[in-house]
């Protein structure tokens, strides 16, 4: 009963979403086109499957992945786990960590490969270049990217370190490398940024950083438990930047060895 409930309020919050991005398609497409919706049934339809699929999908991150990685957090930052001991001692060493510092990486880049607008994302660069940006080439460097910024951001987490150090030196990078990429691969690798923070990955590294942080002797949850999803969007553009470079340098070094010969 619990279940249905809950399922319940879930349905009704994604219709509420979902209804203002109705409004306006509806809008333009009648009174600003003038043309009649195309394919209406089969629009009606696919729009139920989003409505439901995405209940569902959300009742499942609510009731097992956002829990999971809270606990997952919690215990493998136990005293119990990591010193063997009921507290933790003063002078902690990041380096006891570092089973959270996989954990991290490894939660970073399972969620990211999965995440749907990633997916959306690769397909669309894929046919659009004619088949010159692989599907899984972007998306295991921006999944990369999203492991190494979760990783650092535990770390941060756990040094009790201020974010804004972090935040203004990888953008500092991403500048850096903007000048030096190829100009066709940059708008890409920014957007890659923004579709890492969706439906997967959000919940489960909130958790995680919130886990963490009520682990830590002297961390605030408010304070220090925020801030990973700021190094999940940023470290995917510096990793897509990375990947187009390395390619772009691969490219030229082919190129130089076809002359010689």
């Known amino acids: ?27 333009y497409q009648l009174l600003v086109l003038k043309q009649p919706i195309p394919h209406l049934r089969q629009l009606v339809v696919g729009i139920l499957y989003v409505i439901v699929g995405l209940s569902f999908f959300l009742l499942g991150l609510e009731t097992a992945l956002f829990p999971i990685g809270e606990i997952m957090a919690t215990q493998l930052s136990d005293p119990a786990f990591i010193y063997g001991s009921e507290t933790m001692p003063e002078g902690i060493r990041w380096s006891d960590f570092y089973w959270v510092y996989l954990f991290a990486a490894l939660i970073g880049f399972s969620t990211t ?9 690769a397909i669309k660069a894929n046919e659009v270049s004619g088949g010159v940006i692989s599907q899984w080439g972007l998306r295991i460097s921006v999944a990369i990217g999203v492991a190494v910024g979760i990783t650092l951001g535990t ?8 974010l804004h150090y972090y935040i ?7 500048i850096i ?5 190829p100009k066709d691969i940059i708008p890409l ?30 961390r605030n949850p408010a ?23 390395h390619a772009h340098i691969m490219n030229l070094l082919k190129a130089k060895k076809r002359k010689k010969e």
């Open 1 to 27: 009963m619990q279940f249905l409930s809950q399922f319940w309020s879930i349905l009704l919050a994604t219709c509420r979403d979902v209804l203002p991005i109705l409004s306006l398609i509806v809008f």
């Open 113 to 121: 490969i999965a995440e749907p607008s990633l997916l959306a994302v």
């Open 155 to 162: 770390f941060k987490i756990i040094t009790g370190t201020q």
């Open 168 to 174: 203004i030196a990888g953008y500092l990078l991403v």
């Open 177 to 181: 490398q903007t000048f030096f990429s």
């Open 189 to 218: 690798a920014y957007d890659s940024g923004g579709v890492t923070t969706s439906t997967v990955t959000v919940p489960i590294v909130t958790a995680l950083g919130l886990g963490l942080a009520s682990s830590i002797p002297g």
């Open 223 to 245: 304070l220090d438990g925020f801030g990973l999803i700021a190094f999940a969007s940023l470290f995917p553009i510096i990793s897509v930047l990375g990947y187009a470079q």
